[in-house]
């Protein structure tokens, strides 16, 4: 069955542009993550949503910040403003239950120039 | 709160050598332990788990044991390939399933 997808696979903005990055969780799955992997900070984690409840925004790196996550399936991360040190692979997750192993997206590389 | 700590690299070894990657691990409560595997080109993928101490999780010929006493969880092969050549992340989670991950090692194994 189809994986976890992510799009764009790489987008390179200019400083202070608005971009999003858009991920398809594998079909059923019920919590979906969002992760980020960069050269200073290695992996660390930044937002989960599970079902229809409130989603834990405790790893987002400012309010520059924001996830959403419609119909319970797709979810899209808003990163308004972005400065360089944004640039990092942002890496999308889901699992068929919080407590169930997660399965990771190939990741949108951004590079903000 | 928590934290993974695993062994730098790179490492650099001969195929059918002994590959072992330490991970030690900080947590306030009794976590589940996990070894990511992303291979050249790949997204990450899970390889092994552990979910309680003692518990042994395996994979691929790949290994590594939940020892609560050394808050450790070492992975080891017996005799890798060129194929296993990749970056391994060792990572835990608690209760709120967010995973903490170390800072990865990669391995190159050479023909």
């Known amino acids: 069955g189809a994986g976890v997808s992510q799009s764009p696979s790489n987008k390179v903005t200019e400083k202070g542009k608005d971009v999003e990055l858009r991920c398809d969780p594998i079909?059923?799955?019920?919590?979906l993550y969002w992760y980020r992997q960069s050269l200073g900070q290695g992996l660390e984690f930044l937002i989960y949503?599970?079902?229809?409840?409130?989603?834990?925004k405790s790893g987002l790196p400012s309010d520059r910040f924001s996830a959403e996550r419609t119909g319970g399936s797709v979810s899209t991360l808003t990163i308004q403003r972005t400065q360089q040190e944004d640039s990092a692979v942002y890496l999308c997750?889901?699992?068929?239950?919080?407590?169930?192993?997660?399965?990771f997206g190939p990741g949108t590389r951004l590079t903000v120039l | 709160g928590n934290s993974v700590t695993q062994m730098e690299g790179p490492v650099t070894l001969s195929e059918e050598a002994f590959l072992t990657i330490n991970c030690t691990y900080t947590a306030t409560g009794y976590p589940s332990l996990f070894w990511y595997v992303q291979y050249p080109g790949e997204g990450l993928q899970l390889l092994l788990k552990?979910?309680?101490?003692?518990d042994k999780g395996s994979n691929k010929g790949f290994e590594a044991t939940y020892r609560k006493e050394t808050t450790s969880f070492h992975l080891e092969k017996g005799s890798v390939q060129v194929s296993d050549s990749a970056v391994y992340f060792c990572a835990l989670s608690e209760n709120d399933y967010k995973l903490s991950f170390g800072a990865g090692t990669t391995v190159t194994v050479r023909a």
């Open positions: 997750a889901s699992s068929l239950q919080l407590k169930d192993t997660q399965y």
């Open positions: 079909s059923g799955h019920t919590a």
């Open positions: 552990a979910t309680k101490a003692d």
């Open positions: 949503f599970q079902g229809n409840s409130a989603p834990d």
